[in-house]
């Protein structure tokens, strides 16, 4: 076996070259990126007016250092590059369909130094941000000329216009990312936005940054306002917006206390911070997941050269043994990292979608002490959501709040900008007790198109558990579809029934999928059989397709159309009681298992057609549910033109529209079976229904991303898997 330690020059190598090792291994990996905040919040600070940003880019952390632990099969590759260096390769071999079996174990944590812009969340919370003043001015300028003058009297008001042109034509993160690189010409000359910016369009950015740059950041004005003559020879526009949120300054004792409102808002950003390492550590699991994933076996994972120096042979022997933490932190001539998944790629800024609670006109009022109070919590894959509500209402707020970006997350009208750089989301956590059946789950995973293998992962370290495993599946679509809601079509449109009928049969779907799943997550419930065969029944049944123009469920009052029901869910009905009763015997319990016989699918099918109650109630669920989501999506269409005439009018109705969705989805889904709540579902059911808006899939599929941590995964890691949705978007 090769002992790294013995080697010192070339000549103690092996021969011949190159060398191969191949077996199990522990990686550990380490990398430095920067970290951004993706800031979204949206307000309503009196009835017909919305405000705020989505999508706005905060450079809010500086650096992060993070660390991985990889464990797997490799294969490592030794020999001499054109300089004579150490050239090392390390590949995954393959061990199943899906790609290299690796397990995932990863911390995020900040670097020892401060972030090296800690004030620009709070900026953003006071929309004091670089990039809402330069929104400002560009609204400004267009509506008063004058203003030029005032703003840069050394540059030519026809190249400060030219200028907005171009920067309203910019996304959020190309715009953040010039300001950043101003005026630094070479910098900018390696920007295609900056490459478009001639001499005089350049000196108007230089001048507009020298400007933002006189006005203090939020610890400078905490520093250095101690008086009222201080707050009140601050420039204008930043009192303007600090009052905005922090109330009047007319007195000293009204700047006393803005200042200590100003203090205590520091807590949210502490608290966006700490919460943000548990959120990086789900994006780190979720990257490398997608990178190995498409890893073949002459796939480089890592491919570095080191020099026979002391500090080269020291970096080369840890590497060998599979300690790679040093690309962290090492740097110079000793050694160079050539390629691979886990060198130069990883190096690029990670962004961590943000969410601060929604306010409508009454909240509004209490606004300080909602931002002074939230909690900041991490969802599957890495959102942050702030909520001031407690913990029980916290679903309808989700639910209230995505219905809320469904309307207005690609609006720019009036107060509220947006770059669509967000998502619509869904997350259900749950906790498998060892050896619990997994039917559920593989279900959920085949209706996002989850591929064998990663099933085939799922019963493995089910079955392996030897304590709980728990499973987090996070389904999403990028907030740029949620466009699809203004430009639905309205009832009289040609695609109206095409376009629904989608909507419809994703909605049928979803709950042929979800329900059953959360709600025999206990097996214990297929033993009260009055609740547990219309379900069954309801699970086997196919989703109604549809047929023109205005059917779009099964309509529970037609004698003909449920004989059709009946039929069509006896076809399905024995394979669907087969997996019960394998998963109740696999579970100990042999004497409910034979009422789920397959050879007694008649006589469950009789019972519920007996005794339809519970399942006419289910399918009139479904029809409900789905008249909510066209009736949104045709109130969509009616907001359209509302707010292309009147957008005061427009805001009003969009608020209005959504807070009536939401209060229709919830009056259904509460107490919606077997005595339970299914609230979180309406989130669900609004990623699926704006996926179905915008087409057929799996073109447009919502992403799906699992991830399983516990006593079943290697040395408690985490094993993350992704859908092929997840995956294209990403890639």
């Known amino acids: 076996m090769f002992d790294p330690d013995l080697v010192h020059s070339a000549s103690d190598l092996p021969q011949p070259l190159p060398y191969q090792e191949e077996g199990r291994q522990r990686l550990e990996l380490g990398w430095r990126r920067p970290f951004e905040l993706n800031f979204n919040w949206i307000r309503q600070p009196a009835p017909g007016i919305l405000e705020g940003d989505l999508g706005l880019v905060v450079h809010a952390a500086g650096e992060v250092s993070a660390t991985g632990v990889i464990e797997g099969v490799f294969q490592k590759e030794l020999w001499l590059d054109e300089r004579g260096r150490l050239q090392l390769r390390l590949n995954a071999k393959r061990e199943t369909s899906a790609g290299p079996a690796i397990a995932l174990k990863l911390t995020a944590d900040p670097t020892a130094a401060l972030p090296d812009k800690p004030e620009e969340l709070l900026a953003a919370v006071l929309g004091t941000h670089s990039q809402q003043w330069l929104r400002y001015w560009s609204e400004k300028i267009r509506t008063a000329p004058e203003a030029l003058v005032r703003l840069l009297p050394e540059c030519a008001p026809a190249a ?146 080191f020099a026979f120096t002391a500090r080269g042979l020291a970096l080369f022997r840890r590497a060998w043994r599979g300690d790679f933490s040093w690309m962290a932190s090492e740097g110079g001539e000793d050694f160079e990292i050539r390629s691979g998944l886990f060198g130069k790629q990883i190096s690029s800024e990670t962004r961590v979608e943000l969410h601060l609670p929604y306010l409508n006109s009454k909240g509004w009022s209490a606004r300080l002490e909602a931002l002074a109070n939230v909690e900041v919590t991490s969802d599957a894959d890495g959102r942050l959501f702030a909520y001031h509500v407690e913990a029980s209402h916290r679903i309808e707020h989700k639910n209230a709040y995505q219905s809320l970006l469904a309307l207005a997350g690609n609006l720019n009208v009036r107060r509220l900008r947006s770059a669509a750089d967000f998502t619509l989301s869904y997350t259900d956590s749950r906790r498998l007790a060892k050896h619990q059946d997994v039917t559920g789950l593989l279900a959920v995973l085949e209706h996002y198109g989850f591929d064998a293998a990663a099933k085939e992962e799922v019963q493995r370290q089910a079955g392996a558990s030897q304590g709980e495993l728990e499973a987090s599946l996070a389904i999403s679509v990028p907030g740029s579809l949620a466009a699809a809601w203004l430009e639905a079509p309205e009832e009289r449109s040609p695609e109206f029934f095409p376009t629904y009928s989608r909507v419809s049969m994703a909605v049928q779907r979803a709950m042929r999928t979800w329900l059953p799943y959360q709600y025999f997550c206990d097996l214990e419930r297929y033993g009260d059989l009055a609740a547990a065969f219309p379900l069954v029944v309801y699970q086997a049944s196919p989703p109604f397709p549809g047929k023109p123009r205005y059917d779009f469920n099964y309509d529970v009052m037609s004698v003909d159309k449920m004989e059709e029901f009946y039929r069509l869910a006896a076809r399905r009905l024995p394979q669907q009681m087969a997996n019960i009763e394998e998963a109740l015997r696999n579970n100990g319990n042999l004497a409910l298992a034979g009422f789920y016989a397959p050879r007694r699918a008649r006589d469950l099918l009789d019972s519920v057609r007996q005794q339809p109650r519970l399942l006419h109630a289910l399918l009139a669920g479904d029809a409900f549910l789905t008249d909510a989501l066209i009736n949104l999506g045709c109130r969509g269409a009616e907001l359209r033109k509302v707010l292309a005439s009147n957008p005061a009018e427009g805001v009003q109705k969009l608020t209005r529209y959504a807070a009536e969705f939401v209060k229709a989805f919830h009056s259904r889904l509460r107490r919606l079976y077997g005595k339970r709540d299914f609230l979180a579902l309406g989130s669900l059911l609004l990623v699926e229904a704006t996926a179905a808006l915008r087409g057929e899939p799996p073109a447009h599929a919502p992403q799906a991303m699992l991830r399983l941590t516990g006593a079943a995964a290697p040395s408690g890691a985490a094993i993350v898997l992704l859908n092929p949705a997840w995956q294209e978007t990403s890639g």
């Open 160 to 305: 400060v216009r030219r200028f907005f042109e171009i920067w309203d034509g910019l996304d959020a993160a190309e715009a953040a990312r010039l300001w950043d690189a101003a005026p630094d010409a070479a910098a900018l000359e390696r920007l295609a936005a900056g490459a478009r910016l001639d001499d005089s369009l350049r000196e108007v950015l230089a001048g507009l940054k020298r400007y933002f740059a006189s006005m203090p950041t939020v610890q400078e004005l905490l520093n250095r306002v101690r008086s009222l003559a201080d707050y009140r020879a601050l420039d204008e526009w930043l009192r303007s917006k600090i009052e905005r949120l922090l109330g009047p300054v007319n007195s000293e004792k009204d700047l006393v206390r803005l200042l200590e409102r100003l203090t205590k808002l520091g807590g949210l950003r502490d608290a966006v911070y700490e919460k943000a390492k548990e959120a990086l550590q789900k994006k780190y699991e979720a990257e490398l997941a997608w990178r190995l994933r498409g890893a073949g076996e002459q796939t480089a994972l890592v491919e570095c050269c």
